[in-house]
């Protein structure tokens, strides 16, 4: 890696650690109702919802009711969301009067964006309204991450509180979230990128005459949106050309703050980050790169003022970095190498790999491959989603980066709410085999894990990679499923695992090449996004509940500090374990074949 790299780097996570603190306390206040002076002025707001939803601020829950009353608004969503994309065609705000959303895509739109997963099937510019972005999507990129946030504070004052059965009440934990959290960030931010130039107004799409005749290349498709294929397997293109450009426009900046300030991660535009409308700048992707972590960063050290004990918030956070920083260091080191393949067909050998370049396919230049893979490892370390490079033209060690951080739960820095919660329950297993160890009942935080502690823990680490695996095996078997891939051989098998992996971790990128557009993956990735958020979040709330009735206890001589750089060491070693041993089969025949194929090829070029 360039010395440029690494500063670029160093300057992104020193943001990053300035920043965690100051807002870490802000938040800190805000969910125990010590709002700061500066921000009082919205107080009013708070309240006018409150009076609107017949809440009562001060009526505690114990987790049934939190859990149910989290469902039942996601409900809501998913129906007011599914509802507005079908009615698209009568509705204002439409100038390029785009007509009703299929079914299967609206249902699974719908779902994707409630479960902050953003999965996106379809091409934003020519299927959404601006109506549709902003009331249907927009609303839930807001929604979706508070509800993840309030239940991260859930499950802190489970830890935080003693001998009580209430958890707090989910909507001022979420009202609270959203007014005095998410929509001051977002306006912040949004000024910001539209100072860079992304692109917010509600003028029609404009048509303009290119100066040269663009040929490319169209797959066909079948009714079903799968490609066509002939008889040797290939796909079937027409060869067109143009000279005209439609330009899209749209509330573009205010949708990109909270896509990526609420790690939800769903463009405007089908290119998302990629797009100069939506990323013009390397300043606007340092800013938008800076959002993706910052809340989820800034939560841990929440977690600790809120424990009382802020080196207990340092700890995880430092688990999450270290892991974050050797998966950093695997994707640049691909990415800037690039293909060996290429190498040895004859570039000039006297020109290093960073000199050429590395692997620029699916990258924009404005970017390269350093900005472009940190941009990767921090979109899918959290649940955000958002890219600004083609993961599917990563080489495939640069490619398993993406996929084994969706894998791994999303813990490393995780998306906001989700990530934190995900990684106190790793913390709940890790105590739990040192308890093994020596012979005595585990302790985190001063409470006892026992055996219905141990059930939800383990339930929240097994229902994902069941999903996951259990999605991508069908997928594979079935013709419907094997119909949508457009690459044989261990590629396509890695577009399905990453299509699965990505909708049961909430994460909603995609390595592309899988024409997911179809019926079949419509219904199959609702289902994987639906379960895999609210089955996760069930245990955790019920977890919650659980060591909020619990004594303190004192700590005493044989109680593990976890504090310690051991215990960030035997976390760390917690995540990857249970990650290694789940999905390591299912990389094999993914992207670990694919580099033995890749440099096996490289090996049988003549080489003078």
């Given at each position: 890696m360039t010395t440029n790299g690494l500063l670029q780097i160093g300057l992104l996570l020193g943001a990053l650690f300035a920043l965690v603190k100051p807002l870490g306390i802000y938040m800190t206040r805000i969910y125990q109702g010590d709002l700061p002076a500066f921000i009082r002025w919205l107080s009013p707001l708070e309240h006018i919802c409150y009076r609107a939803g017949g809440i009562k601020a001060d009526d505690e829950m114990g987790w049934p009711r939190y859990a149910m009353s989290l469902l039942w608004f996601s409900l809501s969503g998913v129906l007011a969301v599914y509802a507005i994309q079908r009615l698209q065609g009568a509705l204002p705000l439409n100038p390029q009067h785009f007509g009703a959303v299929s079914p299967d895509s609206a249902l699974n739109t719908a779902i994707s964006f409630v479960t902050n997963t953003n999965w996106q099937g379809y091409a934003g510019e020519s299927t959404m309204s601006y109506l549709t972005q902003m009331v249907a999507l927009t609303v839930q990129n807001f929604f979706s991450a508070a509800s993840g946030m309030a239940v991260a504070i859930a499950l802190i004052r489970g830890f935080a509180r003693h001998a009580t059965d209430s958890i707090g009440?989910?909507?001022v934990d979420m009202t609270r979230s959203t007014i005095y959290i998410l929509l001051p960030l977002s306006m912040v931010l949004t000024l910001a990128l539209a100072s860079q130039g992304v692109v917010q107004n509600f003028s029609p799409?404009?048509?303009?005459?290119?100066?040269?005749?663009?040929?490319?290349d169209n797959p066909r498709i079948d009714a079903n949106g799968n490609p066509i294929r002939d008889a040797a397997g290939n796909p079937v293109t027409d060869r067109l050309s143009t000279r005209e450009q439609t330009i899209p426009f749209g509330p573009v900046a205010s949708q990109e703050a909270i896509k990526e300030?609420?790690?939800?991660?769903?463009?405007?535009f089908n290119a998302n980050s990629a797009h100069p409308f939506e990323n013009p700048t390397p300043l606007s992707n340092f800013l938008q790169m800076l959002a993706i972590l910052l809340i989820p960063g800034a939560l841990c050290y929440t977690f600790g003022r809120m424990v009382g004990d802020t080196r207990q918030g340092w700890a995880i956070l430092a688990a999450m970095t270290l892991v974050f920083?050797?998966?950093l260091s695997v994707a640049e080191f691909a990415e800037t190498a690039g293909n060996p393949v290429l190498a040895a067909l004859g570039i000039d050998q006297s020109v290093t790999p960073e000199q050429s370049g590395g692997n620029m396919e699916g990258k924009e230049t404005r970017f390269?491959?350093?900005?472009?893979?940190?941009?990767?490892?921090?979109?899918?370390?959290?649940?955000?989603?958002?890219?600004?490079?083609?993961?599917?033209?990563?080489?495939?060690?640069?490619?398993?980066?993406?996929?084994?951080?969706?894998?791994?739960?999303?813990?490393?820095?995780?998306g906001v709410?989700?990530?934190?919660?995900?990684?106190?329950?790793y913390a709940v297993i890790?105590?739990?085999?040192?308890?093994?160890?020596?012979?005595?009942?585990?302790?985190y935080l001063g409470k006892k894990i026992e055996s219905f502690d141990i059930k939800m823990a383990s339930l929240t680490i097994l229902i994902p990679?069941?999903?996951?695996?259990?999605?991508?095996?069908?997928?594979?078997?079935?013709d419907a499923g094997r119909a949508g891939v457009a690459n044989p051989g261990a590629h396509g098998f890695s577009e399905i695992l990453y299509a699965f992996s990505s909708a049961v971790g909430n994460n909603g990128s995609a390595f592309a090449g899988l024409s997911a557009n179809t019926p079949f993956y419509n219904i199959a990735l609702a289902v994987a996004m639906f379960f895999g958020r609210f089955w996760l979040i069930i245990p955790v709330l019920a977890l919650a509940g659980s060591l909020a009735g619990k004594k303190r206890i004192a700590p005493g001589a044989g109680t593990m500090p976890t504090h310690t750089p051991l215990f960030v060491m035997l976390l760390i070693g917690t995540v990857t374990l249970v990650g290694a041993l789940t999905f390591v089969p299912a990389l094999g025949l993914g992207p670990i074949a694919e580099q033995f194929t890749m440099t096996s090829a490289h090996q049988e070029i003549p080489h003078d």
């Amino acid at each position: 890696m360039t010395t440029n790299g690494l500063l670029q780097i160093g300057l992104l996570l020193g943001a990053l650690f300035a920043l965690v603190k100051p807002l870490g306390i802000y938040m800190t206040r805000i969910y125990q109702g010590d709002l700061p002076a500066f921000i009082r002025w919205l107080s009013p707001l708070e309240h006018i919802c409150y009076r609107a939803g017949g809440i009562k601020a001060d009526d505690e829950m114990g987790w049934p009711r939190y859990a149910m009353s989290l469902l039942w608004f996601s409900l809501s969503g998913v129906l007011a969301v599914y509802a507005i994309q079908r009615l698209q065609g009568a509705l204002p705000l439409n100038p390029q009067h785009f007509g009703a959303v299929s079914p299967d895509s609206a249902l699974n739109t719908a779902i994707s964006f409630v479960t902050n997963t953003n999965w996106q099937g379809y091409a934003g510019e020519s299927t959404m309204s601006y109506l549709t972005q902003m009331v249907a999507l927009t609303v839930q990129n807001f929604f979706s991450a508070a509800s993840g946030m309030a239940v991260a504070i859930a499950l802190i004052r489970g830890f935080a509180r003693h001998a009580t059965d209430s958890i707090g009440n989910f909507w001022v934990d979420m009202t609270r979230s959203t007014i005095y959290i998410l929509l001051p960030l977002s306006m912040v931010l949004t000024l910001a990128l539209a100072s860079q130039g992304v692109v917010q107004n509600f003028s029609p799409y404009q048509t303009i005459q290119m100066v040269e005749t663009v040929r490319y290349d169209n797959p066909r498709i079948d009714a079903n949106g799968n490609p066509i294929r002939d008889a040797a397997g290939n796909p079937v293109t027409d060869r067109l050309s143009t000279r005209e450009q439609t330009i899209p426009f749209g509330p573009v900046a205010s949708q990109e703050a909270i896509k990526e300030l609420g790690t939800n991660g769903g463009g405007t535009f089908n290119a998302n980050s990629a797009h100069p409308f939506e990323n013009p700048t390397p300043l606007s992707n340092f800013l938008q790169m800076l959002a993706i972590l910052l809340i989820p960063g800034a939560l841990c050290y929440t977690f600790g003022r809120m424990v009382g004990d802020t080196r207990q918030g340092w700890a995880i956070l430092a688990a999450m970095t270290l892991v974050f920083a050797c998966m950093l260091s695997v994707a640049e080191f691909a990415e800037t190498a690039g293909n060996p393949v290429l190498a040895a067909l004859g570039i000039d050998q006297s020109v290093t790999p960073e000199q050429s370049g590395g692997n620029m396919e699916g990258k924009e230049t404005r970017f390269g491959t350093v900005n472009s893979a940190l941009f990767a490892t921090i979109t899918t370390s959290t649940s955000c989603g958002a890219v600004n490079s083609m993961h599917d033209s990563f080489t495939p060690l640069g490619g398993l980066v993406p996929l084994v951080n969706i894998q791994l739960g999303e813990v490393i820095f995780g998306g906001v709410g989700s990530g934190l919660y995900a990684m106190l329950v790793y913390a709940v297993i890790a105590v739990f085999i040192a308890g093994l160890m020596i012979g005595r009942t585990p302790e985190y935080l001063g409470k006892k894990i026992e055996s219905f502690d141990i059930k939800m823990a383990s339930l929240t680490i097994l229902i994902p990679p069941l999903l996951i695996l259990c999605g991508t095996a069908i997928s594979v078997m079935v013709d419907a499923g094997r119909a949508g891939v457009a690459n044989p051989g261990a590629h396509g098998f890695s577009e399905i695992l990453y299509a699965f992996s990505s909708a049961v971790g909430n994460n909603g990128s995609a390595f592309a090449g899988l024409s997911a557009n179809t019926p079949f993956y419509n219904i199959a990735l609702a289902v994987a996004m639906f379960f895999g958020r609210f089955w996760l979040i069930i245990p955790v709330l019920a977890l919650a509940g659980s060591l909020a009735g619990k004594k303190r206890i004192a700590p005493g001589a044989g109680t593990m500090p976890t504090h310690t750089p051991l215990f960030v060491m035997l976390l760390i070693g917690t995540v990857t374990l249970v990650g290694a041993l789940t999905f390591v089969p299912a990389l094999g025949l993914g992207p670990i074949a694919e580099q033995f194929t890749m440099t096996s090829a490289h090996q049988e070029i003549p080489h003078d």
